[in-house]
Nanobody
Framework: QVQLVESGGGLVQAGGSLRLSCTVSRSIFSFDAVGWYRQVPGKQRELVATIGWGSETNYGDSVLGRFTITRDGAKNMVHLQMNSLKPEDTAVYYC???????????WGQGTQVTVSS
């Protein structure tokens, strides 16, 4: 059973920063990609950032230039540094991992990020 556990969410003022962390129960290099998605009530879950096996990164348009995804292979952790936060960044942030053989998506339980104006 693969587990992804998020931490680091909370309340921050607009313009501030937060760092999210995700601890994975097995090697992050066993995934094609790991990363972060977010969701607000009534909307679809959207891409925030992912990092692939070969270190290639992919960011959602709304966070490009403000958020940075990194990974720590030794600790099986994925981090999301969020700077210049805006009220519209308020959401539940989910850690995600994807494998191809077999095809599987793994999700954490989510952590709330609230940005006040």
């Amino acid at each position: 059973q693969v587990q992804l556990v998020e931490s680091g969410g909370g309340l921050v003022q607009a313009g501030g920063s937060l760092r999210l962390s995700c601890t994975v129960s097995r090697s992050i290099f066993s995934f094609d990609a790991v990363g972060w998605y977010r969701q607000v009530p009534g909307k679809q879950r959207e891409l925030v950032a992912t990092i692939g096996w070969g270190s290639e990164t992919n960011y959602g348009d709304s966070v490009l230039g403000r958020f940075t995804i990194t990974r720590d292979g030794a600790k099986n952790m994925v981090h999301l540094q969020m700077n210049s936060l805006k009220p519209e960044d308020t959401a539940v942030y989910y850690c995600h991992g994807r494998t191809s053989y077999p095809v599987n998506d793994f999700w954490g339980q989510g952590t709330q990020v609230t940005v006040s104006s």
